[in-house]
């Protein structure tokens, strides 16, 4: 079950603050992932059964397109040589969809958490950046796909691949890491072209949590974008806790100098 609120990590830069004003998703592409696994998978396939193996032939034997050479073959193999030949074919199915993901298709990557000490470190900005708080019930965050973390790499069921045009195995690869990033808690959502900027609903951001290390001008940079355009957003200041490890965050309210000088707060 997909979590209600879901997390985005940023860094402070130009990039991420015209994406904040924007209201703007980046997909980028996997290319650029710091994991040399990450969307680049090469799973195991799973051998097929005896049962399995007299399916697929007769799946074969019955395609109208299969050549009259090719047909008298199949019916003289060997339980043996079909599996291997399944095999073959469902792994060269999944270099195909993995070939063509890694080149073409676009992720954007989300966690289930926003407190974590290792992803302020890693993707906020070491503790300097923001984290930016979506409501999944909008697109594209209503559309995220868990990302599962396994010890070993996958298997692939060739059996469904082949008869069943179960593709969505080979979408699972992109959406696999070692137990290694569990620490992540990620979601995912992938987009059919890579380097596009998707524009989200005002109403899909629910708050921003800035890191204990931010910079009091970046963060009042941030305010003013989101309260000329999104007044409903929520700010949290973050701060290092002293008794243990760990980041805790205060809901506060911006007031921009202008509407403090006018209400006599400051002078």
């Not at 407190?115 to 300097?128: A, I, N, P, R, V």
């Not at 559309?143 to 298997?155: D, F, H, T």
């Not at 921009?256 to 707060?265: P, T, Y």
Request: with cysteine; glycine share 4%; hydrophobic share 35%.
């Amino acid at each position: 079950m997909k979590p209600k609120l879901i997390y985005k990590f940023e860094d402070f830069t130009i990039r991420s603050l015209r994406n904040l004003k924007n209201q703007i998703i980046f997909f980028g592409s996997p290319k650029n992932f710091n994991d040399p696994y990450d969307c680049a998978i090469r799973a195991e396939v799973r051998s097929p059964k005896e049962q399995e193996i007299i399916q697929l032939r007769n799946f074969y034997l019955n395609q109208n397109d299969l050549p009259d050479q090719a047909r008298s073959e199949l019916s003289t193999m060997s339980n043996s040589q079909i599996s291997s030949l399944i095999e073959r074919r469902a792994r060269s199915l999944a270099e195909i969809h993995a070939e063509d993901f890694l080149n073409t298709k676009g992720v954007s990557c989300f966690s289930e958490i926003n407190s974590d000490l290792l992803m302020w470190s890693h993707y906020g900005g070491k503790y300097k950046g923001f984290c930016l708080e979506f409501s999944s019930e909008f697109e594209p965050f209503n559309k995220l796909r868990k990302v599962n973390y396994l010890e070993s790499m996958p298997m692939i069921d060739p059996v469904s691949a082949i008869m069943g045009n179960d593709f969505d195995q080979f979408l699972n690869l992109y959406c696999t890491k070692s137990k290694s990033w569990s620490y992540e808690k990620e979601w995912r959502a992938l987009h059919h072209v890579a380097n596009t900027a998707f524009t989200y609903p005002t109403e899909a951001l629910k708050g921003v949590y800035f890191g204990p290390e931010v910079d009091p001008a970046d963060r009042e940079m941030c305010c003013l974008i989101l309260q000329g355009q999104n007044p409903n957003v929520l700010f949290w200041r973050g701060e290092r806790n002293s008794a243990k490890f760990s980041v805790e965050f205060e809901k506060f309210t911006y007031t921009s100098n202008i509407v403090a000088r006018k209400k006599g707060l400051i002078t």
